[in-house]
């Protein structure tokens, strides 16, 4: 009888729609491949919140526990420190079949997505589609690698449309919905009439912004358009709907327990994957047909170009499992 995988999954908070995401895809292709999953939650390395920073003992373990492959969600755990940290982190790990997603790592396979491409798309969409020119950001955390791609496309997307950086309107955050939160204040007191767009590193900090802007009587997206960043349910259930890329995290959930089983049966893959991302237009960049906004402005080659996108959206399937 042949031995039966057993693969090693880290994830980070269980209650937040990333991780649950990424578990799903995995749980169902480790069914599917009849590998064993043992799964176990940590916290991003010097998280300074409480004792959560506490979980970051079963690295310690993972030594001792024999498994056949390592899925690190490289990318949450490194929000709080350099990704040069983070390898003298894990270098303990060396020598083990890992697996990193998010960013590359030396000696490990990743899979990543078109972080740039995605806020590049995004912020184009704003200047063209709805004649947008005063667009800030809300980062995330300084040392998150995807978080510094989202705002180099967003940068490049400004600088090749002629739109000058205004660092006033550029807001660090922390890709938790205080941070979004926090950004609202700034603008509620300070930013009205100063900002009329805002790209966030993701999905929480964008709707944070958006329900504390409502709040405060400013409109979504009359007065300011919202775009976020993962395509979450609650994207999806928020009112105005949330604009935001979708990132395929089901796809690398699965993708990544059928790479390790892959790999461990023989086949050969690239040492760095990546994936699509696709940009989802909602009510709150102003895509409703619904939206009787003067700020609702379109050349009639932005029009159809966008057009052709939203029916692309069908024919769009790698976000499934096969």
């Known amino acids: ?40 939650q940590t ?6 919140f409480d004792y959560r920073y506490q979980s970051n003992l079963l690295f310690e373990f993972l030594n001792d526990r024999e498994f056949d492959f ?12 350099s990704a040069s940290e983070f390898e003298e982190r894990i270098k303990k790990l060396q020598g083990k079949n890992i697996i990193s997603l998010g960013i590359p790592l030396k000696n490990a ?35 998150n690698v995807e978080a510094n791609e989202r705002f180099e496309g967003y940068v490049e997307a400004l600088k090749r449309h002629g739109i000058e950086v205004n ?11 205080e941070s979004g939160e926090k950004a609202a204040e700034i603008i509620i007191n300070k930013l009205v009439g100063k900002i009329d767009a805002i790209v966030c590193a993701n999905d929480n900090m964008a709707l944070g912004l958006a329900r504390k802007l409502k709040e405060s009587g400013i409109k979504i997206p009359e007065d300011i358009a919202v775009i976020g960043f993962d395509d979450t349910p609650y994207a999806r259930a928020f009112f105005p709907q ?21 790999i461990l ?18 009510a709150s960049c102003g895509c409703s047909f619904e939206n009787k906004s003067k700020n609702f402005q379109i050349s009639e080659e932005a029009f159809y170009r966008e ?16």
């Open 1 to 40: 009888m042949s031995k039966k995988f057993t693969i090693a999954f880290q994830l980070t908070n269980f209650l937040e729609e990333y991780p649950r995401l990424l578990l799903a895809g995995a749980t169902d292709a480790a069914k599917e491949l009849d590998v064993n999953l043992f799964v176990f």
């Open 43 to 48: 916290e991003a390395f010097d998280i300074p």
């Open 70 to 81: 390592l899925i690190l969600s490289s990318s949450s755990l490194l929000n709080f420190i």
């Open 109 to 143: 396979y990743a899979i990543v997505v078109e972080n740039r491409k995605a806020t590049f798309e995004a912020t184009t969409h704003l200047i063209e589609f709805h004649r947008r020119k005063k667009i800030g950001f809300i980062k995330g955390t300084e040392s």
């Open 167 to 177: 660092n006033e309107i550029i807001f660090q955050g922390n890709f938790l919905k």
């Open 242 to 262: 949330l604009s935001t890329v979708r990132q395929p995290l089901y796809k690398q959930g699965y993708l990544a327990v059928k790479m390790a089983a892959d």
């Open 265 to 282: 049966m023989n086949v050969t893959y690239p040492s760095i994957t990546e994936l699509p991302t696709l940009f989802i237009p909602r």
């Open 307 to 322: 057009i052709k996108k939203i029916l692309e959206i069908e024919d769009i399937n790698f976000y499934l499992s096969n």
